[in-house]
C-alpha cells in the first residue's frame, strides 16, 4: 500500500515537472542567438568581390570596405584597389592572379591563401604598397614582368621546416625591380630572383629565413640599407654581374654551415660600408672575378674570410675585430691591404699610422679551431703561440699564407653601447644595501 502511495505521488510530479521543462528548453533554444554562416561562392560562382573588380572601369579605382573578402580572384585590365584598414582577402587556393595587363595597384590589403598568395605574369607596372600576407604556402610570384614596386610589404611564414614552406617573393625573368620598407619573417628565402634584370633592394628587414636574399643569373643588383638576421645565409649571389651591395647589417647567421654572404661566379662586385657580426663564416667568395671588399667591420665572426679561386679580389681598409679567424683560402690568394687588425701586434716607429711590419691574415691553428671550435680553450697556451711564431718564420714563398703588408695600426674610435636599465640599476642598489646592513645588524 505505502509503495503504491509513492508510486502515484512520483507519477503525478513527472506529468506536471515534464511540460515545464519541455517549455523551457524550448524558451531556451528559441532565446539562444542565431549564428548565420557567411555565404560561400559555390564552384564556378564570381565571388562579390570579384564582381566588383568586373564592374570597374579600366584605370579606375576600387575602394573595398573593413571585411573579409573570400574568394579567388583574377585581374586583367588596369585598375587600383585600395582597402581600409582592416581590408582582408581570404582564399582556398591563390588569393589574387595578375596577368597580361598593365598598371596594378595594391594598397592597404591582406592576404591569407592555401598556396601563393599573389600571383603576378606577364605585367607591366605593378605596385604593391601597404599589403599584409600571412599563414599562406608563399608570399607573391612573378613571372616576364617589369617595372614591379613593393613598399612596405609584410610577409610572415608559417611555423615549420624551410622544406614546408614557400618564398616570400619570387621573381622570374623579369626587369626594374624595386622593394623596399619590407618586412618578412620565418619564410624559405625573403627575397628569390632569377634571370631580373635591375634588381634595387633597399631598407628591408629579413630574418629566421634559410636565405634572406637568393639570386641568380642576375645582372645590376643593388643591395642597400638591409637588415638580415639570424637567417641560414645573409646574402647569396651567384652567376651575377655589376652588384652592389652597401651598408647592410648581416648578423647572427651562426648555425651550422651558415653564411654572411655567399657569391659564386660573380663579376664586377663592389662590398662596402657594410657590418657582418656572429656569422659563422662572414663571406665565403668562390670565383670572383674584379671584387672589392672595403670599409666593412667584420665582428665577431668565426671565420671572416673563406676565399677560392676569386685572384681579382681586393679586401681593403677593413676592420676586424674579435673574429677566430681572418682568412682562409686557395693557393691562389688574394691581395689584402690597409685593414685594421684588433690582433696585430705590430709598431709604427715612424707615426705613418701604418704597422712597420706585416700582418699575417692565416695561421694553422686558426684553421684547426674553425674546424674543432673546443680548441679555443688552447688559445694564448705557450704552445699555440710558439706555432704561431712558426707560422710568422714560414711565410716566405707560401702563397697558402695572406699578408697585409700595410696594417693600420691606428684603429678609429669604435663605439661599444651599453644599455642601462635604471630602475633594475636601482633596485639591484637597494636590495645590496639592504643585505648589507642586515648583516651587518646580524653580527
Same mark, same amino acid.
Given at each position: 500500500m505505502k509503495n503504491w502511495i509513492i508510486a502515484t505521488v512520483c507519477g503525478v510530479l513527472v506529468g506536471i515537472l515534464t511540460p515545464i521543462v519541455a517549455e523551457a528548453s524550448s524558451e531556451h533554444q528559441h532565446e539562444s542567438p542565431s549564428f548565420?554562416?557567411?555565404?560561400?561562392? $559555390?564552384?564556378?560562382?564570381?565571388?562579390?568581390?570579384?564582381k566588383l573588380i568586373d564592374r570597374t572601369e579600366p584605370g579606375g579605382?576600387?575602394?573595398?570596405?573593413?571585411?573579409?573578402?573570400?574568394g579567388s580572384l583574377s585581374i586583367t585590365k588596369p585598375i587600383t584597389i585600395i582597402g581600409m584598414d582592416g581590408t582582408k582577402i581570404h582564399s582556398l587556393t591563390t588569393a589574387l592572379t595578375v596577368s597580361d595587363t598593365q598598371n596594378v595597384v595594391l594598397e592597404n590589403i591582406s592576404f591569407q591563401a592555401e598556396n601563393t598568395a599573389i600571383v603576378v605574369s606577364n605585367v607591366q607596372n605593378i605596385h604593391l604598397k601597404n599589403v599584409g600576407i600571412g599563414d599562406s604556402m608563399a608570399?607573391?610570384?612573378?613571372?616576364?614582368?617589369?617595372?614591379i614596386s613593393l613598399h612596405d610589404v609584410d610577409v610572415l611564414g608559417k611555423e615549420g621546416h624551410f622544406s614546408s614552406k614557400g618564398h616570400a617573393v619570387a621573381i622570374y625573368e623579369s626587369k626594374k625591380i624595386t622593394a623596399t620598407d619590407n618586412d618578412i619573417e620565418q619564410v624559405l628565402d625573403g627575397f628569390y630572383l632569377e634571370s631580373v634584370e635591375d634588381i634595387h633592394l633597399t631598407n628591408n628587414s629579413i630574418k629566421?629565413?634559410?636565405?634572406?636574399?637568393?639570386?641568380?643569373?642576375?645582372?645590376?643588383?643593388?643591395?642597400?640599407?638591409?637588415?638580415?638576421?639570424?637567417n641560414m645565409t645573409g646574402f647569396m649571389v651567384m652567376i651575377a654581374k655589376d652588384v652592389q651591395i652597401s651598408d647592410n647589417m648581416v648578423?647572427?647567421?651562426?648555425?651550422?654551415?651558415?653564411?654572411?654572404?655567399y657569391v659564386y661566379d660573380v663579376e664586377n662586385v663592389l662590398f662596402?660600408?657594410?657590418? $657582418?657580426?656572429?656569422?659563422?663564416?662572414?663571406?665565403? =667568395?668562390?670565383?670572383?672575378?674584379?671584387?672589392?671588399?672595403?670599409k666593412n667591420v667584420f665582428l665577431v665572426n668565426g671565420t671572416v674570410l673563406h676565399v677560392q679561386r676569386s685572384q681579382e679580389l681586393f679586401v681593403q681598409q677593413n676592420e676586424f675585430h674579435g673574429n677566430i679567424l681572418t682568412v682562409r683560402t686557395d693557393q691562389q690568394g688574394f691581395?689584402?691591404?690597409?685593414?685594421?687588425?684588433?690582433?696585430?701586434?705590430?709598431?709604427?716607429?715612424?707615426?705613418?699610422?701604418?704597422?712597420?711590419?706585416?700582418? =699575417?691574415?692565416?695561421?694553422?691553428?686558426?684553421?684547426w679551431m674553425v674546424r674543432k671550435p673546443v680548441y679555443q680553450y688552447f688559445m694564448e697556451s705557450p704552445s699555440v703561440v710558439t706555432l704561431n711564431m712558426m707560422d710568422t718564420e714560414v711565410t716566405e714563398n707560401n702563397t697558402q699564407v695572406v699578408v697585409d703588408e700595410y696594417p693600420i695600426i691606428l684603429k678609429k674610435p669604435f663605439s661599444l653601447e651599453i644599455d642601462i636599465h635604471i630602475w633594475q640599476l636601482l633596485i639591484s642598489s637597494i636590495l645590496l644595501i639592504s643585505m648589507l646592513i642586515i648583516r651587518r645588524r646580524l653580527k
Amino acid at each position: 500500500m505505502k509503495n503504491w502511495i509513492i508510486a502515484t505521488v512520483c507519477g503525478v510530479l513527472v506529468g506536471i515537472l515534464t511540460p515545464i521543462v519541455a517549455e523551457a528548453s524550448s524558451e531556451h533554444q528559441h532565446e539562444s542567438p542565431s549564428f548565420v554562416q557567411p555565404k560561400k561562392p $559555390l564552384k564556378g560562382e564570381k565571388s562579390q568581390l570579384q564582381k566588383l573588380i568586373d564592374r570597374t572601369e579600366p584605370g579606375g579605382t576600387l575602394f573595398l570596405e573593413k571585411r573579409v573578402y573570400r574568394g579567388s580572384l583574377s585581374i586583367t585590365k588596369p585598375i587600383t584597389i585600395i582597402g581600409m584598414d582592416g581590408t582582408k582577402i581570404h582564399s582556398l587556393t591563390t588569393a589574387l592572379t595578375v596577368s597580361d595587363t598593365q598598371n596594378v595597384v595594391l594598397e592597404n590589403i591582406s592576404f591569407q591563401a592555401e598556396n601563393t598568395a599573389i600571383v603576378v605574369s606577364n605585367v607591366q607596372n605593378i605596385h604593391l604598397k601597404n599589403v599584409g600576407i600571412g599563414d599562406s604556402m608563399a608570399g607573391i610570384q612573378i613571372t616576364k614582368s617589369e617595372n614591379i614596386s613593393l613598399h612596405d610589404v609584410d610577409v610572415l611564414g608559417k611555423e615549420g621546416h624551410f622544406s614546408s614552406k614557400g618564398h616570400a617573393v619570387a621573381i622570374y625573368e623579369s626587369k626594374k625591380i624595386t622593394a623596399t620598407d619590407n618586412d618578412i619573417e620565418q619564410v624559405l628565402d625573403g627575397f628569390y630572383l632569377e634571370s631580373v634584370e635591375d634588381i634595387h633592394l633597399t631598407n628591408n628587414s629579413i630574418k629566421n629565413s634559410r636565405y634572406a636574399m637568393h639570386m641568380m643569373y642576375s645582372n645590376h643588383i643593388e643591395l642597400a640599407n638591409n637588415n638580415l638576421f639570424n637567417n641560414m645565409t645573409g646574402f647569396m649571389v651567384m652567376i651575377a654581374k655589376d652588384v652592389q651591395i652597401s651598408d647592410n647589417m648581416v648578423a647572427k647567421n651562426n648555425m651550422l654551415n651558415s653564411l654572411g654572404v655567399y657569391v659564386y661566379d660573380v663579376e664586377n662586385v663592389l662590398f662596402e660600408d657594410n657590418e $657582418l657580426r656572429e656569422n659563422t663564416t662572414a663571406m665565403d =667568395i668562390q670565383n670572383a672575378r674584379d671584387i672589392t671588399v672595403e670599409k666593412n667591420v667584420f665582428l665577431v665572426n668565426g671565420t671572416v674570410l673563406h676565399v677560392q679561386r676569386s685572384q681579382e679580389l681586393f679586401v681593403q681598409q677593413n676592420e676586424f675585430h674579435g673574429n677566430i679567424l681572418t682568412v682562409r683560402t686557395d693557393q691562389q690568394g688574394f691581395s689584402l691591404k690597409r685593414n685594421y687588425y684588433d690582433d696585430y701586434e705590430g709598431k709604427d716607429y715612424n707615426g705613418d699610422q701604418i704597422g712597420d711590419t706585416q700582418y =699575417i691574415a692565416t695561421n694553422s691553428f686558426g684553421q684547426w679551431m674553425v674546424r674543432k671550435p673546443v680548441y679555443q680553450y688552447f688559445m694564448e697556451s705557450p704552445s699555440v703561440v710558439t706555432l704561431n711564431m712558426m707560422d710568422t718564420e714560414v711565410t716566405e714563398n707560401n702563397t697558402q699564407v695572406v699578408v697585409d703588408e700595410y696594417p693600420i695600426i691606428l684603429k678609429k674610435p669604435f663605439s661599444l653601447e651599453i644599455d642601462i636599465h635604471i630602475w633594475q640599476l636601482l633596485i639591484s642598489s637597494i636590495l645590496l644595501i639592504s643585505m648589507l646592513i642586515i648583516r651587518r645588524r646580524l653580527k
